[in-house]
């Protein structure tokens, strides 16, 4: 028996691998823009959460704590440990009855935009960073 013969009946020639390796490529390169659009829709959901539920919790602070100068470090304690809320800023700016709570989100890697399609309260900053901005009124 030839020896090519025994060689085929034994293995894969080196065709038959790299055309499975290429197809293998192939699909892994398909797959590899929705699983960025996934990771990228996720990151713009908690990023819109965290400002509603931040959001909450500046109202909580201000109508039930009479708080007028609201701020991150008063927000923190609505939040577990393991939530960070130190990507984010608040500033409070109070008239004489209506005043107004920014809270924002601090980094660049979630667009307005996106924020946008899934809470529908939230604006751009002048650069483009997603923000809240709540209307309250002095009642007391």
């Known amino acids: ?17 790299l055309i499975v390796l290429a197809v293998i490529a192939a699909l892994i390169s398909a797959m590899a823009p929705i699983g960025i659009n996934a990771v990228k829709q996720a990151k713009a959901t ?10 909450a919790s500046a109202m909580s602070e201000f109508y039930l704590n009479h708080n007028t100068a609201v701020t991150l470090d008063d927000l923190k304690s609505y939040f ?6 130190n990507d984010y ?3 409070t700016t109070l008239g004489a009855t209506v005043g107004y709570i920014h809270i924002w989100y ?16 939230v604006v751009a900053t002048d650069d483009g960073k997603p923000m809240v901005v709540i209307k309250v009124a002095k009642s007391w």
Do not use: C, Q
């Open 106 to 121: 601090k980094k660049s890697d979630v667009s307005a935009s996106e924020v946008k399609h899934v809470l529908s309260s």
């Open 80 to 85: 577990t440990a393991k939530k960070s809320i």
């Open 1 to 17: 028996m030839p020896r090519d013969d025994k060689m085929r009946k034994n293995g894969f020639t080196l065709i038959e691998l």
């Open 89 to 91: 800023g608040v500033k």
């Open 46 to 55: 908690t990023v819109a959460m965290n400002l509603s539920s931040l959001s």
